[in-house]
């Protein structure tokens, strides 16, 4: 295990902005770290299973993104692809979108 000196996390959301202290990380959300003088350590890129549209819960409106994507209709960028791919195939399919809905409306208990 290797310990990293950190001074300063800073998280934005999918679209840039900096979130506040009650805001929900989604997809997309990036953590910068930042050591003592300001200089950027490393930077992640956060990933939340079912979560493709950043807002850091899974909805309907995921579901329906991930429909979208599997028809060919949205071509989302690889952090929201990643976040509707459950079964670790590599795209994101109509199977994948069914069980996003039946999650977020309580049907089943796990997206895997």
Partial sequence: MSVLAVDDVEIYNCNGEELGEDELIGTGSKLVIRDKDGE????????????????????????????KQSSGILDLDECF??????????????????????????VISSLK
């Avoid at 195939?89 to 039946?102: D, Y």
């Fill in 40 to 67: 950027i350590l490393d930077e992640v890129v956060v990933v939340v299973l079912g979560d493709l549209d950043g807002d850091g819960k899974v909805s309907s409106t995921d579901a329906l993104r991930a429909l």
């Fill in 81 to 106: 692809v990643m976040a509707g791919d459950l079964d670790g195939g590599e795209k994101v399919t109509s199977t994948e979108a069914l069980r996003i809905l039946k999650y977020s409306v309580g």
